[in-house]
């Protein structure tokens, strides 16, 4: 069985899509069908089935795309390790993960620390919500990952090493001209009349636990697709909002952070895959700290 051909069921699967998979593979339809096709009399099952809206895996389409992606990637990993070698120096791309506020936030400078101390290294970066960062570490695709324990959580991996960076208290952001904006700490009663906007469900339990404990609801009205665009309802006056404490002094100018009462507090870690990390990984995770500690003492 050819690599290429598990590469177009996988593709299928995860597109969901005959034509889309084709799209992306630069292939035609008829092509990716026959594919498709051929693997299935080769392995003498049924792999996917279609609907009305595309294509899914059968149960043994579902069992043999897990164990074909884990293939998959290790033959991507190989063929990485191989490009990666020159004149016997491994030169190896460092894969850095981080969600959005600290790709924002204490990523750049803990990398900035990490070139001024190693010399020349090639990395990258990759933004993502924590739980899917998570997964790519743990199957060797990024090296190290900067992620919150937001709702719903970090999962226990044997996998991946996970080190407590620290904690980053939760503040609101408001229009500038709120009348509560620039008047200190704030305790989220006084805001139980706002229209609150968010753009994660993990930022939105932590709001919805907050205002829990003091007894009131946050009516969570709008919703964005990202922070900025969170910050925009804000700046219009459409609605308040939760922000990274570790973010309030990056924000734009016609919104203010204002600290919460009790804020609602998030985890930071850095994780690690246990199984071939990179030779710079415990060295970033070690600036990581440093840059999260000196954020909070400054």
Known sequence: MELTVWRTFVTVCRLGSLSAAAA????????????????ERQLGVTLVERHPRGVRPTPAGEVFRRHAKVTLDEADRAVRAVREVQDG???RLLAIGATPSLAAGIVPEAVRNL???????RWSLLPGLSAALHHRVADGDLDIAVVTD???????????????????????????????AGRG?????ALAGETWAEDNDGSAALLRRHAARAGVDARIDLAAADLPGKLALVAT???????????????????VPVPLVDPPTRGIYAITPRRDPHPSAALLRDLLAGAFGSLHTT
């Open 24 to 39: 992306e593979l630069h292939h035609t339809q008829s092509a990716v069908s026959r594919q498709i096709a051929g693997l």
């Open 115 to 121: 070139l001024e101390r190693g010399g020349s290294h």
């Open 237 to 255: 006056g459409h609605a308040v909002a939760l922000v990274p404490g570790i973010l309030t002094g990056t924000l734009r100018t016609d919104v």
């Open 89 to 91: 120096v491994v030169d």
């Open 150 to 180: 937001t709702p719903p959580g970090l999962p226990h991996d044997p996998r991946v090493d996970r080190r407590f960076l620290g904690l980053d208290a939760m503040a609101v952001v408001l229009p500038t001209g709120h009348p509560r």
């Open 185 to 189: 700490p704030v305790h989220i009663r």
